[in-house]
């Protein structure tokens, strides 16, 4: 399924092709004096194309609209700490990017085997990952991640960091996937986009995804 899916969002948009095809071929059928072969195809093409490309502007306005509200990664205060609380459905697993690649020694989270339960992760000199039962966060500050999801297909991943003493938020960013909106299942992987992009924008994408070893290492 996983690689029917990966060829789907690769050639989704020869059904379009398919169809502009398909629709040519009642042209020329219906009015085979006016139309030849490529004339029939243009027209075609215009009536399939033109609604699926109007909706899928409509969608991208949203995803845009929605990137400027969530506006660039900010970094209100800066800390320095070795260990942190980190809020995530991912900690266990994705989340061990903070501790293998951002540079912090510890951080505690929810523990996904005990509802209600906490656990520290600590790395040592050789890089190894123990985990330790604990009664309750003790970290002074929070890295929090947010994930929503929203119409018109909006993925939107926001990082804060919080002073759990103070309850003050040091730091934001956000990052908004956009699948292709109601079109998705005929443009696949060619109607998506996101922002900050890797691709165009590097340091915009860095900003969010280090947000924060920036803010508190």
């Known amino acids: 399924m996983i690689f029917l899916g990966f060829l789907w969002a690769i050639f989704a948009p020869l059904s379009l092709v398919a169809g502009a095809a398909l629709l040519a071929f ?10 030849g072969f490529w004339s029939a195809f243009a027209l075609a093409a215009t009536l399939v194309l033109a609604p699926v490309y109007w909706v899928w502007r409509q969608d991208m306005t949203v995803f845009k609209a929605v990137c400027s509200d969530e506006g660039a990664p900010r970094i209100f205060e800066k ?7 980190l809020t995530s459905g991912t900690s266990n697993s994705f989340g061990m990017r903070y501790l293998h690649d951002e540079g912090f020694q510890w951080m505690e989270s929810d523990d996904i085997y005990n509802r209600g339960g906490f656990v520290r992760y600590a790395r040592d000199d050789k890089g190894a990952i123990s985990t330790t039962k604990i009664d309750a ?8 991640e947010i994930f929503e999801q929203r119409p018109p297909e909006l993925n939107i991943s926001r990082t804060l960091v919080i002073d759990r003493q103070t309850g003050k938020e040091m730091a934001r960013a956000a990052s908004v ?6 079109m998705k299942w005929l443009l696949g992987a060619w109607g998506t986009t996101d922002c900050p992009s890797a691709a165009s924008d590097s340091a915009g994408f860095r900003a969010w995804y280090h947000l924060a070893k920036n803010t508190l290492r």
């Open 26 to 35: 009642v042209i020329r059928s219906i009015a085979p004096d006016l139309f």
């Open 79 to 85: 800390a320095v700490t070795d260990g942190m609380l």
């Open 137 to 144: 966060p003790t970290a002074r500050y929070e890295v929090r």
């Open 177 to 182: 996937t956009f699948n292709g909106g109601r």
